[in-house]
């Protein structure tokens, strides 16, 4: 069983520090190497789904999250409002509210639905120190978010979509739902009170989620409407959840959303909420639990090391590494003076790639590759095995070698 406040540690991909407060972890080199490559993979992926990336501050003044509903449900969970020239500034605890306005800030007619609108943006959440952990509970987020501006009968295909999006970041990931879930409004909870569109928003989901093997659970919705919540599970069973999709009609109607439609008159759209993997903090402590620091090629801070088994062979050795470096790969050099050539692929054990480079290699312009899980390859050109290291890394696959 993977800890990941431990490990992370351990591997040097995070800390934390009491001078920069609890639930405000920092990242280390290996571990910000982890973090962009898997920022990377969700804008690539984002972009080849047709969204638009947007940038927006992290501040906002309370009468934004007045109209859309926050300050009055969920100013519990938000940061005390700064004082700023007569103005209340906070910290947003969610993107939403500056999506609306972006869509809002220009004119739509009814030829741009769906408009999709992704961030990777921060937002903050006043969590109690005592429920702080790791990456797992934080008061400062990166989030992977999105909004989706569409027409009603075009929810369905959104949501779908998305939940496609999902599936194929997990099969990236290495990663698994431990189930999925139809998160509904629950009794006594601060819901937005709208019976009817709560219904027409929990009649979507349903249908999206037709054919998938799934349950209904009360209690769980945002206040403004209900989602789709993908569960993941750690190492000892405690279930959290890492991708969500909503449907909104609530804050279209707050922000007074519109398009023009083939008649000339303003419609509303419906506001699809979709993240993919969740936070990025989450979905690190995920990572590191399932593998344990032994991360999918792509995502791993080094991606090959190249092992000389003597001084002679380091010049090859440095050339090897030039070359993946020109092909966008991470690797180093372990030099023989950090001892043996079985030292030193102990040390590498979490490395996808070992290159051992001999003197017979070196002659040759060959490396003879081993793999994290235990292959030992027969030589091969040095070109020919960085060639396919970086279709494999490009093509985000899970398995080491063909």
């Known amino acids: 069983m993977h800890d990941h406040r431990k490990l992370g540690r351990e591997l040097d991909l ?10 405000l972890p920092y990242w280390l080199p290996d571990g910000a190497v982890v973090r962009h490559a898997l920022e990377e993979y969700i804008r690539g992926a984002e972009l080849r789904a047709g969204y638009r990336h947007v940038h927006s501050p992290v501040l906002g003044k309370r009468e934004l999250y007045e109209i859309s509903g926050h300050w009055s449900h969920y100013s519990e969970d938000m940061f005390p409002p700064m004082d700023l020239g007569g103005e209340q500034l906070v910290l947003r605890p969610s993107l939403c509210p500056h999506h609306a306005l972006i869509y809002r800030s220009r ?14 943006g921060g937002m903050y959440r006043s969590e109690l ?21 569409c027409t009603l009968d ?6 779908r979509g998305a939940l496609e999006l999902i599936r194929d970041a997990y099969a990236a990931l290495g990663i698994e739902a431990a189930r999925y879930r139809l998160s ?10 709208d019976p009817e569109l709560w219904r027409r928003s929990a009649d979507l989901l349903a249908e999206v989620l037709d054919g998938v093997d799934h349950e209904a659970v009360e209690g769980e919705a945002a206040f403004y409407g209900p989602k789709i919540d993908v569960q993941i599970a750690d190492s000892a069973g405690r279930e959290s959840t890492l991708s ?12 007074d959303l519109h398009y023009i439609g083939p008649d000339g008159a303003r419609h509303r759209p419906v506001m699809v909420h979709r993240s993919i993997i969740g936070s990025v903090e989450r979905a690190v402590a995920h990572l590191v639990e399932r593998h344990g620091g032994a991360f999918p090629a792509w995502l791993a801070p080094t991606q090959l090391v190249a092992l000389p088994v003597s001084e002679g062979e380091l010049p090859q050795a440095d050339a090897l590494v030039r070359r993946c470096a020109e092909r966008g790969l991470r690797a180093e050099i372990a030099r023989p003076e950090r001892g043996s050539l079985g030292a030193r692929v102990r040390d590498a054990r ?15 312009g060959q490396v003879a590759l081993r793999l994290r899980d235990g292959r030992k390859l027969d030589p091969m050109p040095a070109a020919e095995a960085v ?7 490009g093509a985000h696959r899970t398995e080491l070698w063909d």
């Not at 429920?131 to 990166?142: C, D, K, S, Y």
């Open 184 to 193: 509904l409004p629950g009794p006594g909870g601060k819901y937005v009170a």
């Open 14 to 23: 995070f800390d934390t520090d009491p001078l920069i407060g609890a639930g």
């Open 244 to 255: 969500t999709i909503q449907v909104d009609f609530h804050q279209p109607s707050r922000f």
């Open 107 to 120: 004119s739509h007619s009814y030829r741009e639905p769906p408009l999709r609108m992704a961030e990777l």
């Open 387 to 393: 060639d396919r290291i970086s279709a494999s890394v």
């Open 129 to 149: 120190s005592g429920v702080l952990g790791g990456l797992t509970r934080v008061r400062a987020i990166q989030l992977n978010d999105a909004h989706i501006f």
């Open 350 to 364: 979490l490395v996808p790639y070992q290159a051992v480079i001999g003197a017979k290699e070196a002659a040759a």
């Open 154 to 159: 075009q929810v369905a295909a959104e949501a």
